[in-house]
């Protein structure tokens, strides 16, 4: 994991697919946010990505890429997160995410909203099912958010999409996964949670030229 800033809110970044913890750096993205990290506003932690050993990884069946999804999650849980509060004490936490990384942090989101404060979503596909050749179970299920959010009904989580967690999805109008964002976006409206959905013109793209520029509005805002 890579750390940037010394204070602020903490914002977890998980990468883009197949992506490691020094992609935010390398592609420019802990640049664009230079100024809110040098002010204190946000401190900023890349964690690892394991896609490549679980979802896209085409050498497992399917049932172990799964499995080891779901390690991963109690790793980000048990060990990322603690770690976290070791070198920050605030207690709000903002996840975020580009392409398959905003996958991660809207599902996180989604399954353990008692621990996230915001969510911020770019230009994200959020349907594993085509990752799965066919396969598909209860581990499956729960961890797809076009699947078990139409189905959700638990008071517990609704209240806190409802009341706590600020829910940022964009995408462009030329992006490859606008559509997933549009559908997200609906499943939320169903579910009657608050959320900003921004929709950038100019033939934006699924780019992290584009992703500099939305990153820096909505961690700014």
Same mark, same amino acid.
């Given at each position: 994991?890579?750390?940037?800033?010394?204070?602020?809110?903490?914002?977890?970044?998980?990468?883009?697919?197949?992506?490691?913890?020094?992609?935010?750096?390398?592609?420019?993205?802990?640049?664009?946010? *230079?100024?809110?990290?040098?002010? *204190?506003?946000?401190?900023?932690?890349?964690?690892?990505?394991?896609?490549?050993?679980?979802?896209?990884?085409?050498?497992?069946?399917?049932?172990?890429?799964?499995?080891?999804?779901?390690?991963?999650?109690?790793?980000?849980?048990?060990?990322?997160?603690?770690?976290?509060?070791?070198?920050?004490?605030?207690?709000?936490?903002?996840?975020?995410?580009?392409?398959? *990384?905003?996958?991660?942090?809207?599902?996180?989101?989604?399954?353990?909203?008692?621990?996230?404060?915001?969510?911020?979503?770019?230009?994200?596909?959020?349907?594993?099912?085509?990752?799965?050749?066919?396969?598909?179970?209860?581990?499956?299920?729960?961890?797809?958010?076009?699947?078990?959010?139409?189905?959700?009904?638990?008071?517990?989580?609704?209240?806190?999409?409802?009341?706590?967690?600020?829910?940022?999805?964009?995408?462009?109008?030329?992006?490859?996964?606008?559509?997933?964002?549009?559908?997200?976006?609906?499943?939320?409206?169903?579910?009657?949670?608050?959320?900003?959905?921004?929709?950038? *013109?100019?033939?934006?793209?699924?780019?992290?030229?584009?992703?500099?520029?939305?990153?820096?509005?909505?961690?700014?805002?």
């Amino acid at each position: 994991m890579l750390v940037f800033g010394h204070a602020g809110t903490p914002v977890l970044v998980f990468p883009t697919a197949k992506g490691r913890y020094s992609e935010y750096e390398d592609r420019g993205m802990i640049g664009a946010i *230079g100024e809110l990290l040098h002010d *204190g506003t946000i401190q900023v932690f890349c964690v690892d990505g394991i896609d490549t050993e679980s979802w896209y990884n085409e050498s497992l069946p399917p049932r172990e890429r799964v499995l080891r999804h779901v390690a991963y999650e109690r790793y980000v849980i048990e060990e990322v997160l603690p770690l976290m509060r070791t070198r920050n004490p605030i207690e709000k936490l903002t996840v975020t995410g580009c392409g398959f *990384g905003a996958y991660h942090a809207v599902n996180f989101s989604l399954r353990h909203p008692d621990l996230v404060d915001t969510c911020i979503a770019l230009s994200g596909h959020y349907d594993i099912r085509p990752l799965l050749d066919g396969y598909f179970d209860n581990d499956c299920y729960y961890n797809n958010p076009v699947e078990y959010l139409p189905r959700l009904t638990d008071p517990w989580f609704l209240n806190l999409f409802r009341t706590k967690v600020r829910f940022i999805i964009a995408a462009g109008e030329s992006d490859i996964h606008l559509e997933s964002s549009l559908q997200l976006s609906r499943l939320l409206d169903a579910k009657h949670v608050r959320h900003w959905l921004d929709i950038w *013109g100019d033939h934006t793209q699924h780019d992290w030229r584009w992703w500099k520029m939305m990153i820096r509005k909505f961690l700014d805002d």
